[in-house]
């Protein structure tokens, strides 16, 4: 007889229930619902993130691959806590840099003046100009502080006089300081 029975098109359905009368709506979605989870990552995924960040990512990408892999925890109160910690450990880790590169660009402020004796001829012109390394060994002749030589600015140094030299100690702090270029 089939699935419909003996009771034709248009009667009830088999489960007792009345079928909604012509003009009602009635709603039904079967739609998936993305699963998505938060990870900690324990080494750096490419797209992804670093080591110690928090990504959201789908449930089976971290099931099937990050997990497996050691790539990635999921994110319980524990490891956010760890995370928050270390976060915490780092920021002060770059603020202690920054203070002491803010105390380097103070001193320097303070004595201002660096000075370097070279060889002049007849008419006061110098031999040869003034190097990064010759200021670098000047500022620590006099204050006793080594000075990175790549993160020195410097003008060209051909003559006699008082030079302006600037140095990035931080990409925040930038030290200036006088050179004076005097006759040995």
């Known amino acids: 007889l089939g699935a419909r029975g003996l ?70 109160k524990d490891i956010l806590a760890k995370i928050q910690a270390d976060e915490a ?37 110098l031999y040869d100009s003034v190097s990064p390394k010759d200021v670098v060994e000047a500022v620590k002749a006099q204050t006793g502080i080594e000075l990175p030589e790549g993160d020195l600015q410097l003008l060209e140094m051909k003559a006699l006089g008082t030079f302006e030299a600037k140095i990035e100690l931080h990409p925040k702090v930038t030290g200036v300081f006088n050179v004076v270029v005097q006759q040995a």
Not at 38 to 44: E, G
Not at 92 to 108: G, N, Y
């Open 7 to 76: 009771r034709g098109r248009g009667a009830a359905p088999a489960s007792g229930l009345a079928r909604p009368e012509r003009g009602s709506l009635q709603v039904v979605c079967y739609k998936k619902v993305k699963k998505i989870t938060q990870v900690a990552l324990t080494k750096d995924v490419p797209n992804l993130g670093k080591a110690g960040e928090l990504a959201s990512v789908r449930y089976g990408y971290f099931r099937n691959f990050l997990q497996p892999q050691g790539k990635a925890q999921e994110a319980t």
């Open 89 to 125: 450990a780092r920021q002060a880790e770059v603020q202690k840099v920054m203070d002491a590169a803010q105390a380097i660009a103070t001193s320097l402020k303070t004595l201002k003046n660096f000075y370097i004796k070279k060889k002049t001829n007849e008419d006061k012109t």
